[in-house]
């Protein structure tokens, strides 16, 4: 249940009352709170950004409506549409007449224009509270190449998130995943990365080897994955921008996979099977010096640092069934921290400090949930057929995972937190395996 | 090197696609190669050759829900491809260990390498020389029968069994 967070209306109270200094103090700005799911979405009007100059083209509309799909995505915020406007915006600069955009309802207004010269693409944007008539924040401007408008669009999307919930944004952030293909016996599985609104897509692997679970590294540069070029499973890390590769953590004679990056992105944390059990190393990516985390004789997979670094969440079978276990990063005694009915996995903690995120399996159906890091107010925000593999989006409020019904094909799906707006996110074809990049900007 | 062995491993799985296993096809798609030389596999009246070993023998055991315990049957299984390995000193073996899809992919990363651990031990225990054999997991990944049913998960939940020259 989200809560649109105005107090008093101040609008209507203003209007009703000679406003008593009392009323003032309390009234605040507008302000949505999307850690209690809404009620109702914020409506909002989005004129399209005024093309100034003849360079200008159609980037106005363009970002504009790149902008519009990233707000009304949240579920947060409903556009009013162009068709319902009684008034335009016909200049950037000119004072907004606040009367035309109360009379269709909008609470929040968004204005902008571009210019283009050259190569360069110059977009401004101004964020206004319609019921108050206050600027919401100063007036923004940002220039980049042209080539890269849908950047600025998620950046100016961004900033309007920002500033109407208080959180940071999510909007100018990639998601690597796997994109499936042929058929179900024999599947081809190729590394990708996309913008997170499943534009831009582009392959990172060839599809020859079947590769699964890639990550983000913190800073976004590297991605790491776990590929069969071998014939078995070893662990690679990517460097984007050059797309070079390498094997790390490899040793003959054993399989290695579920790598994700420390905080600081000079370390690797990993499982490695030999023997029959698995067990978790961390690899120094500097020195190439390894160390053994747990040795416990049965399955510790999937470990995902905290943001600060100190601890790991795993999952692991030592008692029987897959639960969830938090230990220091060094490795040492573990703790239980999954008490719930079925079977946890795929730990992976929110960027925030504050949640995990898990996969749970109960009575043949599967769950995204979050629970408090100490394992307490389990909450499970998705039921289907299957559902795996959190991640967080940036800000922590958003989680991204593989959803497949019986018989279909996998696709990437997205949650609040609040177990609220589950929509599918767009890709080329079957999908699975997602990892958030962190906040480009 | 890679596509030759893809072309000639499907060219065994069609010429045995025709014979009697119930299951149609005898390898399970495993792509690139292991390191381990492919080679015909032969007529399965040869009692020497990979197709007896897949139909006659059996290549393959399986597994309940989460569990790499060898079953009775798997025993069986299992000790009849000791005996016939022990005959065949010529061939390497490839263990692949599977799951079914009912649950999380690394981990069942791990319970597939838990079982193919299961099925060498079994084999070194019966006399097979452990420098013979590798193992390896696919997890999910390589289902024989996709279908969102029991009977399914049933088949996927298995030890592989590939030898190769």
Redesign the interface.
């Known amino acids: 249940m989200t809560r649109i967070a105005r107090r008093p209306f101040l609008g209507l109270m203003a209007g009703a009352f000679a406003a008593p200094s009392q009323l003032l103090a309390q009234s605040g700005p507008l302000r949505i709170e999307v850690t209690e799911g809404v009620i109702e979405p914020v409506p909002y009007a989005i004129p399209d950004f005024l093309a100034e100059g003849s360079g200008a083209g159609d980037y106005g509309a363009r970002i504009t409506r790149v902008i519009a799909a990233n707000l009304s995505g949240t579920g947060l915020m409903r556009e009013i549409p162009a068709s319902a406007h009684v008034a335009r915006i016909s200049s950037f600069e000119s004072p907004v007449q606040f009367a035309d955009w109360r009379a269709i309802n909008a609470q929040a207004l968004i204005t902008g224009a571009v210019q283009v010269s050259g190569q360069n693409l110059n977009v401004r944007f101004r964020l206004f509270d319609v019921s108050s008539g206050q600027q919401m924040g100063d007036g923004l401007q940002l220039d980049g190449r042209t080539d890269l408008w849908r950047r600025m669009a998620h950046r100016v999307s961004d900033q309007v998130y920002s500033r109407l919930t208080g959180e940071s944004g999510y909007f100018d952030s990639r998601v690597v995943f796997i994109a499936e293909s042929g058929?179900?016996?024999?599947?081809r599985?190729q590394v990708a990365v996309m913008d997170q609104d499943g534009e831009n897509v582009e392959f990172l692997t060839d599809g020859?080897?079947?590769s699964?679970?890639p990550r983000f590294s913190p800073s976004g540069e590297r991605v790491l994955f776990?590929s069969?070029?071998?014939?078995?499973?070893r662990i690679y890390l990517m460097d984007l921008a050059s797309r070079r590769r390498q094997v790390i953590g490899d040793q003959p004679?054993t399989?290695t996979?579920?790598p994700r990056f420390a905080p600081d992105g000079n370390s690797v944390i990993y499982?490695l099977?030999v023997?029959?059990?698995?067990d978790l190393y961390m690899l120094e990516l500097d020195s190439g010096r390894r160390y053994q985390l747990t040795q416990t004789g049965a399955?510790d997979?999937?470990p995902s640092y905290s943001p600060n670094g100190n601890r790991v969440v795993f999952?692991s079978?030592r008692q029987g069934?897959?639960q969830l276990y938090v230990m220091p990063a060094g490795g040492g005694s573990a703790e239980r921290i999954s008490h719930g009915q079925g079977?946890y996995?795929?730990p992976v903690w929110s960027p925030r400090g504050d949640l995990i995120a898990f996969?749970k399996?109960h009575a043949g159906r599967f769950h995204i949930g979050v629970m408090r890091t100490d394992g307490s107010n389990e909450r499970l925000l998705t039921a289907s057929?299957?559902d795996?593999?959190p991640t967080w989006a940036p800000n922590g409020r958003v989680i991204m995972f593989t959803r497949?019904a019986?018989?279909g094909d996998p696709v990437l799906m997205s949650v609040d937190i609040t177990g609220r707006n589950l929509r599918r996110i767009p890709t080329p074809g079957p999908a699975s395996?997602p990892s958030w990049s962190p906040l480009m900007s | 090197m890679k596509l030759f062995t893809s072309a000639a491993l499907l060219a065994a799985v069609l010429a045995l696609a025709a014979c009697s296993n119930p299951r149609g096809g005898m390898t399970d798609g495993t792509g690139p190669d292991n390191g381990i030389a492919t080679t015909a596999l032969g007529d399965p009246s040869d009692p020497t050759s990979i197709a007896h070993f897949n139909q006659r023998v059996g290549d393959r055991v399986h597994f309940v829900v989460d569990s790499s315990d060898l079953t009775g049957e798997a025993q069986s299984i299992l000790r009849a491809q000791a005996a016939w390995l022990e005959r065949n000193s010529q061939y390497q073996v490839l263990i692949e260990g599977h799951a079914d899809e009912r649950g999380t992919r690394e981990y069942n990363v791990a319970l597939g390498a838990r079982r193919a651990d299961a099925v060498q031990r079994f084999l070194v225990n019966q006399g097979v020389q452990s420098g013979r054999i590798r193992t390896v997991s696919y997890g999910k990944e390589r289902p024989v029968e996709a279908c969102p049913e029991q009977r399914c998960w049933d088949q996927n939940r298995r030890s592989v069994t590939v030898v190769s020259r």
């Open positions: 058929s179900r016996e024999n599947r599985k020859s080897a079947l699964f679970a776990t069969y070029e071998t014939g078995f499973p004679g399989m996979f579920a499982s099977s023997g029959g059990t698995t399955i997979t999937a999952e079978d069934t897959s079977r996995s795929t996969t399996s057929f299957l795996e593999g497949e019986a018989g395996d």
